[in-house]
């Protein structure tokens, strides 16, 4: 069982570059969602997904999109890339409201 | 403001001893808490999930909830080398799931 698998694992971007991330579950969770993770500020939401169709903003929205393109896939894309991006993304899926999430194992971002 | 705060620390102690980690959050429809563990370079995973008020024990393991004080707390008896690691506390009333800075923990041998 893989549970929450991110593609890719490492990415160097040059600023204003684009790039999609990709996360997919196979857990059969409703909901879905991408944090991102710097030193000293936690986890953070950029977007998330609460059912199939719907995605909503987060904490930290700006210079993200997403797409649920269906029930087990979510991707965060970069449509031009800042050295402020420059972190860890996680994905994470939970059944619904008021159940535990699980995450995948993030992708490590660099913008230079 | 974040929704959810907590003191990063670090935090070190020696083998055996009682790890106390604290958060307190502002949300008043936070009904869903959640402590999850995350070692270096990895993702974090779910070590408490709590509903409510109360307390809830698994193994070494302790999760307290205080909604009259907004306060969340994670106890580790007998604490080994192999706990050593990031702990995330973490709150959801809804859909959104917001989490602490986290607390790094070492335990010393």
């Known amino acids: 069982n893989a549970g929450v698998t991110q593609t890719p694992k490492f990415q160097v971007l040059k600023t204003g570059q684009s790039m999609t991330l990709q996360c997919a579950q196979d857990m059969n969770h409703n909901s879905m969602y991408w944090y991102r993770q710097d030193p000293g500020m936690g986890l953070r939401l950029i977007y998330y997904?609460?059912?199939?169709?719907?995605?909503d903003k987060g904490e930290v929205p700006n210079g993200y999109n997403v797409s649920r393109l269906n029930k087990r896939e979510f991707s965060l894309r970069l449509e031009s890339a800042a050295p402020s991006q420059t972190s860890v993304y996680f994905c994470a899926s939970r059944q619904g409201a008021g159940t535990e999430a699980f995450f995948g194992q993030g992708t490590r971002l660099t913008v230079v | 403001q974040k929704e959810v705060e907590q003191d990063p620390g670090p935090l070190s102690v020696p083998e055996g001893a009682i790890v106390s980690l604290n958060c307190t959050y502002s949300n008043s429809a936070f009904q869903y808490f959640m402590w999850y563990r995350q070692y270096s370079r990895k993702g974090p995973e779910l070590l408490m999930y709590?509903?409510?008020?109360g307390n809830k024990e698994d193994g070494r393991f302790t999760a307290q909830v205080d909604k009259s004080s907004k306060y969340i707390s994670l106890f580790i008896r007998d604490s080994q080398p192999s706990d050593s690691a990031t702990y995330l506390c973490?709150?959801?009333?809804?859909?959104?799931?917001?989490f602490g800075a986290g607390t790094t923990v070492t335990v010393r041998a």
């Open positions: 973490a709150g959801s009333g809804d859909y959104k799931l917001s």
């Open positions: 997904s609460a059912s199939e169709g719907t995605t």
């Open positions: 709590t509903y409510s008020s």
